[in-house]
């Protein structure tokens, strides 16, 4: 059974910073691209950024620049450093293992859906002066 466990949600003033991490059992991190999913209050599912098993990674315009996806194999655990933090990016953070559509020039595409792979339980980011 995969179990995948987000911690390092809070409250944070604009400008701050977070780590997230995700806590990921039952799979081999390091053959599974994973993915930061982010749900902002009354709106829909936004896919935020992507590792591939060749480390490379993914990022929404949106965050590009500010957030860094990475991961620990040995600890089968994921991150997502995210800096400057802006008050449109209080949301319901999510790790999952669902498939995008396709990714190129650094970004991925695809609609989320909890429906689809393995989702943690959300830790929730909120930016707010």
């Known amino acids: 059974e995969v179990q995948l466990v987000e911690s390092g949600g809070g409250f944070v003033q604009p400008g701050g910073s977070l780590r997230l991490s995700c806590e990921v059992s039952?799979?081999?991190?390091?053959?599974?691209?994973m993915n930061w999913v982010r749900q902002a209050p009354g709106k829909g599912l936004e896919w935020v950024s992507r590792?591939?098993?060749?480390?490379?990674?993914y990022y929404a315009d949106s965050v590009k620049g500010r957030f860094t996806i990475s991961r620990d194999d040995a600890q089968s655990t994921l991150y997502l450093q995210m800096n400057s933090l802006e008050t449109e990016d209080t949301a319901m953070y999510f790790c999952?293992?669902?498939?995008?559509?396709?990714?190129?020039?650094?970004?991925?595409?695809?609609?989320?859906?909890?429906?689809?792979?393995?989702w943690g339980q959300g830790t929730q980011v909120t930016v707010s002066s």
């Open positions: 039952g799979l081999t991190l390091s053959m599974t691209p």
């Open positions: 590792i591939g098993t060749d480390s490379k990674t």
């Open positions: 999952t293992n669902w498939k995008v559509r396709y990714c190129t020039l650094g970004r991925c595409f695809g609609t989320p859906d909890r429906a689809s792979g393995d």
